[in-house]
């Protein structure tokens, strides 16, 4: 067994791509995913799972999971550990391998499913900048094993959201959510020294002017925080309370309530079909527009478009 593990810990993976393929043979399927490029920065997969063994590879982003469903008694060996390696995956569970660490998983009889997420470590790195006294790479990020926490829970409940039901903006949400983890994870299960809280973070008029106007420009997209961010000109790790405090609402809400209008207008003119709208406005297809837009205004585009025409 250390022959194997000391080969296996001399892999690298580069992303949840090449994770999942690692993990393939110890799993029983993977249900739910989204990869690349559609939320910057974070990965996602549910995967269901039952007893296996292995070593894992070293992994070029930092590593969650959560369980959201059956039970299983495991062993996770990892250096660094905030809590015991003995643990049990149930509902709310939560796990974290940080990026370059290897894990040995032990589990014995029983069946999960696991919400899996990987972060990009650039995320973590703005986070601690942020937030750390001093070189942020003086700071160790812990691992952590069957712990439940509410505001981590909260984020990846989040996530999982928007992986099984996408909705508009999900980009905005799960990179916004990715930033709140990596909070968290740095007040809780890092060796640091904490700045001092700093006075507000707030956009001014030019900034915000510029964050309206991009999200306007790019409602077809599926942009995310970081490109709104981007074009104001603002630092990604403030930029959604800052536009939440300037605007009274969040990038995402904005977002939304951005698509459902330049919808309506479309709905008005019957130039084009409801699907062509819903591709034109952002949404991943009609049944999406029709979800969002009736969650919205109380009723379908289709009957909003014929009540105009009464």
Partial sequence: METSASHERNLTVEGLQDAMAFLAPHVH?????RLG???AGVEAVVAHQGGCEFVSPVAN???LEM???????????LNGLATPAECVYRPGALFLLPERRAVHHISGKGDVLNLQVAIDPTIMRDVKADMVKGDPESSDILGY????NPTIHAAMSAIHRE???PQAGGAMVAEAMAQAICVEIVRRFSTKTLKQPQGKHTLSPAQLSAALEFIDENLSRNIGLNDVASAAGFSTSHFLRAFTAAFGKSPHAHLTDCRIGKARLLLADRKQTIAEIA??????DQPHMTKVFKKQLGLTPGRYRADIER
């Fill in 67 to 77: 369980c959201v469903g059956g039970s299983l008694k495991a062993i996770n060996r």
């Fill in 61 to 63: 982003f930092h590593f």
């Fill in 279 to 284: 591709v034109a406005c952002g949404f991943y």
């Fill in 145 to 148: 094993n069957e712990v439940f």
């Fill in 37 to 39: 490029t559609d939320w």
């Fill in 29 to 33: 399927e993977f249900r739910c995913r």
């Fill in 163 to 165: 992986l099984i039901d």
